[in-house]
């Protein structure tokens, strides 16, 4: 069973740090690209970043470009979003999908991706 745990949510101040995790079991990694969105109640489902399979080429939504940083351990078969000077607008529940795809693309659309996580829930208050 194809399968994504996201970890690494939390109660956070203004201002400080996440690292968000996904794993990925009964299946690798490899050849797929990884989004990760983040979806609030009420609101749609959004982009905040993606990484391709190779890892060498990554996008961000504006909201977080310079805040968030996508990373894969493809050996480990994990996906990472460092999140720094977290803002009370990110405050949501953050997924992180995969889509098969060798090719060097990924996407931030929700409707590109198979496979999704349960999500861990990000709160930043003080």
């Known amino acids: 069973q194809l399968q994504l745990v996201e970890s690494g949510g939390g109660l956070v101040q203004p201002g400080g740090s996440l690292r968000l995790s996904c794993a990925a079991s009964g299946f690798t990694l490899d050849y797929h690209y990884i989004g990760w969105f983040r979806q609030a109640p009420g609101k749609e489902r959004e982009g905040v970043s993606c990484i391709t399979s190779s890892g060498a080429l990554a996008n961000y939504a504006h909201f977080v470009q310079g805040r968030f940083t996508i990373t894969r351990d493809n050996a480990q078969n994990m996906v990472y979003l460092q999140m720094n000077s977290l803002k009370p607008d990110d405050t949501e529940r953050y997924f992180c999908?995969?889509?098969?795809?060798?090719?060097?693309?990924?996407?931030?659309?929700?409707?590109?991706?198979?496979?999704w996580g349960q999500g861990t829930q990000v709160t930043v208050s003080s």
């Open positions: 999908a995969a889509e098969y795809d060798p090719t060097d693309r990924c996407s931030l659309d929700p409707r590109d991706y198979d496979v």
